[in-house]
């Protein structure tokens, strides 16, 4: 077992040191003479450095022992990661053998679990030749945090989002999803320092996938050397697996967990074991290494929200008016007001399932100066969520004439006349239409705002396999070469599936400005009083039920890269400034094949238009209303009633938002079962039927002829559920090379000065393949019957119709992109190392973050939209859809970083760390309008599509960070620590291409067109803290774990209308753990992840002024796990 030991004199010694440490809290004192001594013993420690493989790895000219170093065991980088520089290469399980000091000592106290893990990060700090941090495997172990996303974010300027996806603010992630580094998305991921990646349109990796017990510990590099590969500006995350010679023989562990949500009130399992072992032969070293782990966990989150506020005025006569009248063009005047269009709940559950699986041989010289490398990593993460929503349908609300008072009340508004409290209801009689008396459904409520009750089923798996092959010789005493060959693929398969039922109420909404919202949804009021009647007073009821719309969305992703390094390094003299120069160069081929649908929505049934009129026999041939819930289905739009009941079960929304929110559903509603769509191919059959039980082509009056499940629809290439340009290939090929000088040594007062000064040079060529694709539509129109309404697109003259026809014909045009850029990439990284453990650093580089694969896709898929809301002022139907940019190229950055860093003791340190970045060419979306013309017709699109800005970001800011073991103190009392960080970060954004003022889809409400040029840059917190007490003593390990972010930009464009940016609002948590040492090799304890119960809230900006109100409110379980942990030496 690794350990420091301290005598008891000693210890006496260490009470002068603790006072001086103390004072590290409020910066007001230097060492005392012991702990200068101390500390100028511990700047003798092996220096750790980024290497030609990514690993950090020794990089002194001998082999150093101090009691500071890594100890063996410890899952600490390896020197066998390094390019060989001059003298025998020697693993830090070889360097860790105790000095003379520490055997003599007495067993007084043994540092391991969470000191040694902080006291191995806090070295891999010190002695790194770059800005960074580190996380050892302790850290992931000993911390209570169930994945590497959420140790991450314990990292000082390190923050995780809680978001499956930033433009997605409705869907929750319960363990966070991406990092970004001081602020920056434009973060490098690796694994042992090579590329890793997803190919869901991605270039990183997804660092929730990757189970944390697979790793010996995670790396962030803040500011990049030459020899690293680029790709991160914000910074570069390293997650390290471990190898057989980082510990000195045989290595037997593993772990039994078991982990509770105490929302969900599930349990799952993670068990996890690895093997090591190496052997002394005549022919060398040899060492192998396997692992496996399979963990489990099971979720719930629920959320309130507040829909898509809109601008209205109120007229003259109190009336609530939309600015411009979407029918006439009028432009209404009075007092502006906010107002929203509906409300929602939403109850998601999760269930994560992660596989992981490495392998890895070494292989020594007898002389030690070559060394051989294998390893193999497979990650595979499984997820399957369901999820229930109560909305209300808010394109229905708008295109009808936008929310109003419910009759006989009025809407409060706060001083910035932004609505407080109100019943909001739909126009009062616009579905007069549907009275029986005109041959209408008898069921469907004249008024009242049309809801859906949403269920959804999904199910992903992301898999990674990553091989590779490293040989490192030393072919001279100064000479080292290294050799490097790394294989990647990587699968992403997702099938989502929709189906939204619908029902009739209005919404009480109270905002108090703190609170989740108090949402009620209430029943309607009917006349004739056939809906929601004394027969059927309950939404339980099927028979108030009616399916509306389904929508599904597959992915079958593929990516695939080679990738070969030749490093050369030869050092100089002991007595030269100059220890080293290291040459390289690096190809990488990838190949990224996204096969992604968009999502592919369509009408079930509806109150308007439908086959056999069911419910109002007296009138057959009238407009036969939806298919309710009650009603047998067997797919005839001619028969009645015959068939069996379609799918359906009741959601109660048990303990909804945990009784912190009003349960809106007023006891639960009917769905089509989340769990029977997440089996695709039954579920779609069903699904079908109901269409086919509702579509009538000979009385269609809206030309929609309804839902087709993604495989159906005309044009997908043969034997899979893709149209042509659905299926994106780019290739991507890149040569760099790089040449770095590395230099030091001691200055005449007894200063240390190192570093290294370099260059850079990197091209890329990209082709990015694709479609312009105008999918085949049909658009039929009749006379209406029974005072039937006509659509908006049916009232249009019979020759834009016919345009609409000829435009939607189904042609595709190949559209192949191509791509080359390069870019020179100086950087010069310097360390002043002044003695008594106090030490500063400088730096200065140029870096680059290519965009996503799906961000440049060459393809277009031009979609009229024939909807009431999107056909305004009696004009032309507008597609509306989003693209990617195959000649979008990188983000740019020149990066300054400057740190003060003071190490007291093994385990104490203060640091500041001073930063500036200005970037260039940021990624950010245009919104504008054009023209298209497809066979003879041309109509207005109106596009997003991701360029590179003109204009200059630039992010400032400052981390400080403190640990500290308090031997010092006396008894049980030195058994206590801390380790906290503070991050400060300020942004100027870059704002975001809108439409026009005057465009209609701005006047009419529908697209936002807030001024951006005033918001941060997205995911960037201005403050972030972490606070970490811990408490470590005769084998009793105890820590919490704080972390707080204040609020950030989720998003500058929300993927629904009207695609306001939205915030994600501060947030606090805290996790713990408690683990007792049973024996020196097994460990028994308990982790809780979100003991503080935390809710999540973001919300919209509204207007210019960056007003911002309520938009969403999420709460999530509370976490539990029972721990086994062995380790046997």
């Not at 039920?545 to 079958?556: T, V």
């Not at 972030?1024 to 105890?1038: I, K």
């Not at 683990?1075 to 919300?1099: C, D, E, H």
């Amino acid at each position: 077992m690794a350990k420091f030991e301290i005598t008891r004199a000693a210890r006496r010694g260490n009470l002068l040191k603790g006072g001086a440490s103390l004072l590290a809290l409020c910066l007001a004192a230097a060492p005392n003479g012991a702990l200068a001594q101390q500390a100028d013993a511990a700047a003798g420690q092996t220096t750790l450095t980024p290497n030609a493989a990514g690993r950090t790895a020794s990089s002194d000219r001998t082999a150093a022992t101090v009691a500071g170093a890594p100890q063996a065991g410890a899952a600490q980088p390896s020197a066998n990661g390094q390019v060989p520089s001059g003298g025998a290469e020697v693993t830090q399980a070889e360097q860790s053998t105790a000095t003379p000091q520490d055997e003599a000592a007495d067993q007084d106290i043994v540092v391991t679990g969470i000191r040694q893990s902080l006291k191995s990060a806090q070295a891999i700090k010190r002695n790194s030749e770059v800005v960074g941090d580190s996380i050892s495997s302790e850290d992931i172990g000993a911390l209570p945090d169930r994945s590497v996303t959420e140790a991450l974010q314990r990292v000082p300027g390190v923050s995780i989002s809680r978001f499956s996806a930033g433009a997605d603010p409705d869907h929750f992630a319960t363990e966070g999803s991406g990092v970004t580094v001081r602020g920056l998305s434009y973060t490098r991921s690796e694994i042992n320092g090579r590329d890793s990646f997803s190919a869901n349109n991605g270039r990183g990796l997804s660092f929730a996938d990757v189970p944390a017990e697979l790793l010996g510990g995670v790396d962030v590099f803040k500011s990049p050397s030459a020899d690293m590969i680029e790709g991160g500006i914000g910074g570069s995350v390293n997650l390290r697996t471990r190898l057989p010679f980082d510990s000195t023989g045989l290595v037997l562990g593993g772990t039994l967990e078991n982990n509770y949500g105490d929302f969900v009130k599930k349990s799952a399992p993670t068990v996890s074991v690895l093997g090591s072992n190496r052997w002394e032969t005549g022919i060398g070293d040899f060492g192998i290494l396997a692992s496996f782990v399979r963990s489990q966990v099971r979720s719930r989150a629920d959320s309130v929200q507040i829909s898509n506020w809109g601008e209205r005025v109120i007229g003259a006569d109190g009336s609530l008016l939309q600015p411009v009248d979407a029918t006439t063009g009028v432009v209404n005047t009075g007092r502006t007001v906010y107002v929203p269009r509906g409300a929602a709940i939403r109850s998601q559950e999760f269930n994560r399932t992660r596989y992981g699986y490495s392998a890895a041989g070494q292989w020594r010289s007898p002389d030690k100066s070559m060394t051989a490398t294998a390893q193999f990593l497979r990650t595979d993460s499984r997820e399957a969520w369901t999820e229930n929503s109560i909305e209300v349908a808010t394109d229905n609300v708008l295109a009808a004439g936008d929310t109003q008072p419910f009759p006989g009340t009025s809407f409060a508004y706060d001083d910035d006349n932004v609505f407080t409290s109100g019943i909001i209801t739909g126009p009062n009689g616009y579905r007069a239409d549907q009275d029986p008396a005109n041959g209408g459904d008898q069921r469907t409520p004249s008024n009242g705002l049309q809801s859906n009750n949403i269920s959804r089923g999904n199910q992903s798996r992301f898999r990674t396999n990553d091989a590779s092959f490293n040989l490192k010789w030393q072919a001279t005493n100064r000479l080292g070469i290294n050799l490097d060959y790394q294989h990647v693929w990587s699968q992403v398969k997702v099938t989502d599936l929709t189906v939204w039922g619908t029902t009739f109420q209005n919404a009480d909404i109270r905002l108090d400005g703190t609170n989740p919202a108090y949402v009620n949804f209430i029943p309607v009021t009917n006349t004739p009083n056939n809906y929601q009647n004394a027969a059927h007073p309950s939404y339980l009821d099927a028979y108030n039920n009616f399916y509306r719309s389904a929508m599904d969305h597959i992915e079958d992703s593929e990516g695939n890269e080679d990738a070969a390094r030749i490093d050369l390094d030869y050092s100089f003299p002991e007595d030269s400034w100059l220890t080293s120069v290291r040459v390289g160069y690096r190809f990488a081929d990838r190949q990224n094949e996204a096969r992604s649908t968009g999502y592919n929505w369509g009408v079930l049934s509806e109150i308007w238009g439908g086959g056999n009129n069911q419910d109002n026999a007296a009138a057959p041939t009238g407009p036969g209303g939806p298919v309710w819930f009650d009603r047998p289905i067997d797919g005839n739009p001619v028969t009645r009633n015959t068939g069996n009941l379609g799918p359906q079960q009741a959601f109660l929304y048990d303990n909804f938002f945990r009784g912190k929110a009003n349960d809106s559903s007023n006891g639960g509603r009917v769905f089509v079962p989340g769990s029977f769509l997440q089996d695709y191919g039954a579920a779609t059959q069903a699904i079908s039927q109901i269409a086919q039980e509702w579509r009538n082509f000979t009385s269609n009056l809206s030309g929609a002829n309804g839902w087709v499940p993604l495989a159906g629809r005309a044009g997908v290439v043969a034997g899979t559920p893709f149209l042509p340009g659905e299926i994106n290939p780019v290739s991507e090929r890149n040569n760099a090379v790089y040449a770095m000088a590395r230099f030091g040594n001691d200055l005449s007062n007894g200063w240390n000065l190192s570093g290294n000064i370099g260059v850079r040079y990197t091209k890329t060529d990209r082709v990015s393949s694709g479609f312009f694709a105008f999918p085949q539509q049909s658009f039929s129109c009749v006379a209406p019957t029974n005072g039937q309404p006509v659509s908006r697109f049916c009232a249009l003259p019979q020759a834009v119709r016919d345009a609409a026809a000829a435009f939607q014909n189904g042609s595709t045009t190949p559209n192949d992109a191509k791509l080359s850029y390069d870019y020179f990439l100086p950087s010069f990284n310097v360390k002043l190392a002044m003695g008594g453990g106090l030490q500063f650093r400088a730096a200065f580089t140029k870096s680059v973050a290519p965009p996503d694969f799906g961000l440049t896709r060459s393809y277009y898929n031009i979609n009229l939209n024939t909807s009431d809301q999107t056909i305004l002022f009696n004009g032309a139907p507008v597609a509306t859809f989003q693209v990617g940019n195959p000649f979008l190229k990188p983000v740019r950055a020149d990066n300054y970083d400057v740190t003060a860093e003071w190490y007291f003791s093994n385990v104490g340190q203060l640091t500041l760390s001073l930063f500036k970045k200005d970037l260039y060419g940021v990624q950010t979306n245009s919104l504008q309008r054009q023209s298209f013309t497809n066979n003879g017709a041309t109509f207005d699109g109106i596009i997003t599509t991701p360029l590179n800005s003109t204009e200059t970001g630039r992010v400032k800011g400052f981390e400080v960070g403190y640990q500290q073991t308090y031997d010092f103190l006396p008894g049980f009392l030195s058994g206590f620590g801390l380790a906290a960080n503070f991050t400060y970060v300020k942004s100027s954004g870059v704002s975001q291409q809108n439409l026009d003022s005057d465009d209609p889809n701005v006047t009419a409400g529908i697209i936002s067109n807030v001024d951006t040029s005033g918001l941060p840059l997205q995911g960037l917190s201005k403050y972030q803290f972490n606070f970490a007490p811990f408490y470590q003593r005769n084998g009793l390990e105890v820590r919490a774990a704080y972390n707080w972010r204040s609020k950030n930009l989720l998003t500058i464009r929300d993927v629904i209308v009207p695609n306001s940016p939205v915030y994600a609002e501060k947030y606090g948590q805290l996790d713990a753990s408690i683990f007792y040492a049973v024996t020196p090799a097994i460990k028994m304890g308990f982790q809780g992840v979100n003991l503080t119960n935390s809710i999540t809230r973001t919300s919209y900006v509204i207007n210019d002024d960056l007003l911002t109100r309520p938009r969403n409110w999420f709460i999530a379980d509370r976490r539990f796990t029972f721990s086994i942990r062995a380790s046997f030496r």
